[in-house]
């Protein structure tokens, strides 16, 4: 992992900000909503609260503090969510079960926890800052992943209920985006992965070179109406569009649409965290699996880009960081229309950060030289790679400033309660002779 | 059913009482607590209090007030257990994911229909009242049920949090009960079944004859105590004691003592509402399948009673009716300590309601000439009759007065987060040879 | 259990009619036929002819014959079905693994424990061979039941291949019985369980005293053509006949009629051992679960009778033996077409042996003062008294002279692949007022 | 796909030769062993046997033989293993169900098809045999991967008896091979995938380029004695040497050592094709998972090779093809001790073909610009290129001359019947600063 340069001001405002915003996302949650684990792939609210909170005391203060003596001694135990060297762990599918501490208990731990690392960062002199700093800022990143997942997770949680409750915000207008075209990418000897000053996680790394053939890839993402064009066709019917796999679990589980549509009376709606409404044809298809974005390029003739190819055309085309994405809770799951091609001239990518996590061709794999850091914190990131696909770009449920170009998340091919989507690539093949 | 005599103020009070009841059961449990269902046979605590609202709205109101409508148009589907004839359900081991209507929303719910049944009962002419008094007095009892349910669902709940969280009451104390003994009954032409006029079930019905052989059922539960040398002498690793699929149950669950015992440093320790605590050897063991009552039985040399043997027994001990099981809080879960044996002269049975549902040797099946009532509280009983084994006497979380002689309660065979215990009997063979 | 008298002579006369009974039985199969085990309940052929074979040198050579030793050593852990008291078993789902040995060596297997009994019987005094006589004929009525699920087994090995194989025998004729009438039986203090000298298994006894009001029972069982009314009107998709288990099953599983039944151009076909015809409506039903023939009798407005009445009825009847069920292989699975109703005066039933297993009403429970044999052979019938349902009556696949009027079959609730049919009653409600 | 040149009599010749390998590969099976299919994975020996003949049927006779019909019209139905394009197909899983047609009659089939295909190919004109050609020849290499699944299968069959038995071979002799050492290899921008007139599966095309850091690659394969080390060492405890994958298989699956290993008295056993034998040191480790490679690396300090370095070192190497894989019965999965390390000078790969499968840390995708080509054939590999991971260089069990360096095998990360092994590689991080 990389970091940013702090002193203790600086890291004390983005504690406090970032620890807010989490607060803030689980304000218009019940304490019974907070609790429910509507499936294993789903945390509760309050669980992310405190699983956040738990990274902090694990991570700086039970190494940093002096006197240090854990919250609750069960804490340990009930908020580690994956450091096998951590000790015995709480088994994932049953983190629902934990009706105590309830919301209010987790909010006394997070306020206990916030006052220790502020003590603690007021006293420390400028080199153990520095050093503390890295720690610091990943459990940043990582809250904010958390959010994210907050934000998913509550979002599958109120789907199952026949009542219909609805998260927050407003639901956007209906928008009609010009026709998708394709920007060309020289390619060639690139270089990929995180390079600077910034923070990134170590997945991001090693800085490497990737040959790549020339390509192109869509400017814009796959809309809700590009998709129901699919399904017309008998998208989720013909299995020529589908990997095998793929093909299975339309099958086994009666996909016929993305993940939270559902028709009545011949219309689709779709549940949002704003309530449950018409597809909107105009904004980008979400929580598609990469089987069904990868049947989708097929079916178009198209393909899914690599993600070096991803990477390097975003980085070409001048938006190596988010600018924007996610932010306040009246937007949130606000895609944003994607802005009109330009007139005339070069084509620009022109929807990149913060509406769907966009499914790559590329397995999770480690980069070539990657070495996981020592110790627990070396279970971040490098122990998941298999049996999962890259996505990049950050979506509507990502907090302002977390995504960037070289940015890699993960998910299983048939996972779709994300918030993921498509974009489509082309070109690439060798120059060379079969 | 049969049913009780009622005027308008009799049905009243007892509404209240009963109605207040419940909410004294879960005034210690948190909104969060309410919410989970630990397993598919338990339910939320939520859940329980609505839906036993949900059956005076149903059953009652929406047929006689007059312009009715109901509180919520979904709690309706929320809310229905199980009869079919009143539509499609929500499917039960889903009745985790349900955060709302929370905790307090069920409390408003609550207090509607409360209002509304005691302005309908006030408004009643006699004859009217009469013919309602039946269901509602069903209600009372239905309620009852779920009184006792919502004590052993939670206690399942509670288990397996962590923090071991305690329900509330207090610690038994230890206690050496005599020595089991055998009381002789005679047998012959008898009947078994409801009769008079207090409220039964309709599975207690009709009344009918049975020839019995002269049998002996012990005076007592067996203890913990007892149990721990079944266990000494192998009993959870020696197939001869069990039934097939028992053993089965056995290898596949990993069982090897009752239900919430775990051992601790080689002591057996037992989860109970009011904490986990050392076994007390004097307390009647609780928490045992059928399975594992069986084989207790054959390991003993005797056997189970069957469930017309311990009717027929209980009677003729003049303990028609329960008089003291469950009561107020703070003795929640508190068994009874087996009074003395009788000095001298006939002997008596001692232990008979309030301490664990006994297992009986019999299927749940309906009695000769049952039938269930016309419409959808015809569902009732009858259709849960294939499968499932007869137990009877109530138990330390039964409401008063809820037990009597011909009470039938049911559980499938591998059963153990019920409050289920142990009484054994012995003869009754045939006096034709074979 | 009780045994018949027998001499050298006899016991080795029969012990060869009932071995060659099994090869005949065999005989049309192909040696990839018999290996294969189509779902957990089902054995494969050869494990049938091995395991009968595993009995006579398991329960007799082993402790009777002079220096001992066995035909294969590994034989012993391969063939033992469910004896827990015999040391470790190869697991059940697992038979259809064991490709080696193949038909063919067990047969030898077979030829070598034939000629070793005929062996010990020829040498034995009489005392020896009179308390030997009863292992052996437990054996032959062993072998018996196993020839019968041989077929049933092999039935549905058959039934999974889409060459739609044919066993053999030929397509019974139409027919078209007498309309259903019922007949008044007395009741009272009646005896239940085997009497006399014959032979029986250990669950038949011991015969006891039993209280049965009058009721009625039906003269033959019902059709094709009566389940297809039933079909018509609903059957499958109205939950109101249904136990509560059954209709899960109903909904799991997709049962839409009997278990053999497809339907081909609105035509329905029944797959059986003589190939696959178009259902017979004068035939007895066939291949039905208990809960199809509790939810019919419901349909109906009957009940099914208890063990006690079908086996009280029988016998008044005087059909206590079974004269002609099965027999030779042309007549295998072939129905034998209800006789006419008697023109007048008293009524009779028509239709008792070798058609199906006749579900009743009654768990598997042990009779009052039962008590399983010392040492393995304890296990053969007591450990499975959990459950399942009696059935009675045999059916056209029993071996000739096998069913008795006392004769306990038992089946889980859910089985089907078994010739299982339905016989309805009436009646036997309380005269004692409720 | 590419393809050879080829004329009548070179095809002919090689279609017989293909064909009777086959045969004899089933030679020591009896009808019961080519029945069964012990796990889904797995498929019957008959099966087999049977698919590879409905592929000439389907694919060349179907559409080039006058007068078309089909040996069996539902063996159509039976023996298509997973072309969708053709029509529903049977359920893989249900493979073993399938007792007709028999060993025998499958011989008929295979017979009947030869035949037919030797007089298609007499009759054809130069033009349409050039066309047909690339089709048969297809036909031979798919052949030859059913030659060695059905090796890994009957091996897994076998392995599931109790009473051992025997395939068939000799046991091979204890070695002891030279220490492991690393081959240096360049990189840089190079090109992988088929080049040149042979044949190649179509995932194996189109050559491209590919830049490789430069890397250190073993000359020989991990051995059982370095797997013992691993073992000692805690390799099946220890969750730090693990993906998080793989070590949930380590604990729902109980896996301790490679997947034909049993532990008797201490001594490590290895089931193979020619007997269970003690563990020999010196050859290569075999059956194990991708997972337990890629710990068995990290736990060793290195790494598994990406595909693309395994071919570019094998390539460089000389070794573009398998001279002697495979090969006569009594050889079968005789491994080929590594040969002694070269004296001197330069390095070399010592041990490339013919011993394990070995896996790569390359998911299994498509090459860039890859396109499956048109109608049903086109199924043959595409669609399975998710979930899996790519095994380079043939095994013990490959036909002669089936393998080479540019041969995509691919197996999910937890399959461990194939015959599996692994080498180290090294090296390989970018010379860019991060």
């Known amino acids: 992992m990389t970091t940013t340069q702090w002193d203790a001001t600086s890291l004390t405002t983005r504690f406090q900000e970032v620890r807010a915003h989490t607060e803030r996302l689980a304000s218009p949650l019940s304490p019974e909503d907070q609790t429910v684990q509507s499936m294993p792939d789903v945390s509760p609210t309050k669980w992310h609260r405190a699983h956040v909170t738990w990274f902090f005391e694990t991570f700086v203060l039970s190494e940093h503090e002096q006197n240090f003596s854990p919250f609750q001694e069960k804490y340990w135990f009930l908020f580690n969510s994956y ?8 088994a994932r599918p049953d983190r629902g079960l934990v009706t105590r501490p309830g919301a209010h208990d987790v909010g006394e731990y997070r306020g206990n926890v916030d006052a220790r690392m502020l003590d603690l960062v007021a006293g420390l002199d400028d080199g153990t800052l520095h050093k503390l700093a890295a720690t610091i800022e990943l459990g940043f990143h990582h809250e904010q ?16 209920n026949p009542l219909e409750p609805v998260y927050g915000g407003t639901r956007p207008q209906t928008c009609a985006p010009d026709a998708m075209t394709f920007v060309d990418v020289e390619g060639g000897l690139v270089e990929v992965g995180h390079e600077g000053d910034g923070f990134s ?3 991001e790394l090693p800085r490497h070179r990737q040959w790549l053939e020339p390509y192109r890839i869509a400017d814009r993402l796959v809309t809700n109406g590009e998709w129901l064009e699919f399904m017309a066709d ?31 009376d011949g219309v689709w709606l779709e549940h949002t965290l704003h309530g449950t409404w018409p ?19 097929t079916w178009a003739g198209k393909r899914l880009p690599t993600e070096g190819e991803w990477e390097h055309a975003v ?17 949130l799951e606000h895609f944003h229309p994607a802005p009109a091609a330009p007139a005339g001239g070069e084509h620009r990518l022109r929807q990149v950060y913060g509406d769907c996590w966009e499914w790559t061709s590329s397995a999770y794999h480690a980069y070539p030289g990657f070495h996981p850091p020592e110790g627990a914190i070396g279970e971040y990131n490098g122990k998941f790679m298999s049996g999962q696909m890259v996505l990049r770009g950050g979506c509507a449920l990502t907090p302002p400033g977390h995504a960037r170009a070289t940015y890699r998340n993960f998910f299983p091919h048939g996972a779709r309660w994300a918030l993921s989507g498509v974009r489509l690539a082309d070109g690439g093949a060798p120059r060379v002779a079969a």
Do not use: C
């Open 145 to 160: 992943q958390h959010q994210e997942l907050l934000l998913m997770d509550i979002k599958h949680v109120l789907s199952r």
């Open 315 to 331: 980085v070409a085309d001048g938006q190596a960081d988010a600018a924007h994405s996610g932010g306040n809770l009246a937007d």
């Open 201 to 203: 996680f170590d997945n």
């Open 234 to 264: 008998g998208g989720y019917e013909r299995p020529e569009f589908w990997l095998s796999d793929g093909w299975g679990r339309v099958k086994a589980d009666g996909w016929r649409a993305p993940f939270y549509w559902t028709q009545h």
């Open 83 to 90: 450091y096998e060297s951590l000790g015995p762990r709480y």
């Open 279 to 297: 597809v909107n044809p105009g904004l980008p298809v979400a929580h598609v699996s990469f089987y069904e974005a990868e049947a989708y390029a």
